[in-house]
């Protein structure tokens, strides 16, 4: 196994294992395939022969032991047949019946030749036995006792002959039987040995090839272990001799190429760590400096914002009091369009009520007109209950001169009296009433003339008012865009002055960290100046 790299030996070893694994698996396969091959011969034809041939010999004996019986109940009846022989007689036919079924069925159990032989001489004892059956239930249907008792004695010699034979298949297929038990278990002992030997073998083979493996492995491993501690003692001279073809050959090589590369890297190292220190002194000052010149430019641009935030604070207030302004301006606009459309709205309102008062004047003209109307009807009616008082007073005269006869007439002229009195009172009081009406409405009709008067005063000077709202609205709509202007130019001032005042802080911001960086830069290049001044010292110590 010399030869062998690492990889193939341990393939090697566990193909050696597989193939015992395998062989062990194919001879336990083919000895279970041997063991159910006979289990299932014991079942199907031993032990189902067996069954069979014991069945076979009960079947056959309760036969004959039914046909004595029935020769039996002949000869105590003596003539007739009784309810009890006939159902024997049914038995005994039953029974040769399953007979020839279990006789069939026996065939197919039959794997030997001496039990093929027993089966075809048993076959022919069963024909001659059925025989003598036939005839002798022949002879009992018929009534002929003479000839049943030599039947009979012929069909017993011929059932006990079937039943040697029955005994000697039972016990042939008895002994099938235990041949085959003790085969199986011939075959059960195989495979415990079968089962030993293999793990035997599979643990020499696992034990042999896992030393070789060991060996094979330890001795390389522990050549390079020492190297390495050589190695790790600052001794990089050190090189390996390589005598071995497997993979432990190429680790010996790349562990010399390794420590060749290694040695070459420290001396590069100790060369670059000599440059290292002296440019990081030099980087140094050079920081300190830079820090120096961003500490300034920090300090100037601290004091320039701290003067662009009072601008900015002057921009704002500035913006504030345009915008105020501005808004007063429009609202001052919008108070004066608003007025100017009341204006117009009572303008309106004043024609409207002028209009009015002249429709209620020529209403109240028509209401006097209608009071006279009123007043010339109240005439009328004075002077109708005047004649109908006249009229009542020639009745009641002319009631007085009838007598008796006139005196319902006299009450009639009463009467109407009474009534044209009323109505001469009622009518006065309807003339008192007109007559205030008309003077409460020449009273309403100056005063709407007076109010009309008032009212076309005031629409005229509600129009004068209106063109002075109108000249004062142009002048605060002409003022409204240059505050606007003003407005976005302090605005605009005020933004620029934001952005100069965040650029400025940003810019602080900005130095402030280019001050801390550099301090932290500082503080790095100290610490690389350490760690430089460390990787001299620790490559100095190795052996080049």
Known sequence: MKGLTISQRINLSFALIVLI??????????????????????EKYDIAGSNLARELRISITDHWLHTID???????AAAAQSNAEQAKVQEIIRLEQHIKELYTGYQATITLDEDQNQYRILQQQLNDYFSASQSFLKGISSNQPADLQSILDGQQKVWITSRATLD???QLNTGNFQRAVLQLHKNISQNKTTVIVCILLSVLLATACGALLRRSILTPVNT????????????????????????FGLILQGFNQMTTSLRDLVYQTQSSAVQLVTAITEIAATSKQQQATVTETAATTTEIGATTKQIVSTSKELVSTVSEVTDTAEYTASLAEASQSSVKGMDEVMRHLSAAAELVSNKLALLSERASGINQVTITIVKVADQTNLLSLNAAIEAEKAGEYGKGFAVVANEIRRLADQTAIATFDIEQMVREIQSAVAAGVMGIDKFAEEVRRGSADMIQVSEQLSQIIEHVQDLAPRIQLVNEGMQTQAINAEQIDQALSQLSDASSQTVQSLVQTSSAIDNMNEVANGLRLGVNRFQV
């Open 168 to 170: 000697q298949m039972v």
């Open 70 to 76: 029935v020769m039996h109940e002949r000869q105590v």
């Open 21 to 42: 694994i395998v062989i062990s698996g194919a001879l336990f396969f083919q000895n279970g395939n041997d063991n159910e091959e006979n289990i299932t011969n014991i």
């Open 224 to 247: 390079i272990l020492a190297a390495m501690q050589k190695i790790g003692e600052g001794n990089l001279s050190i090189q390996l001799k390589q005598q071995h073809n497997d993979e």
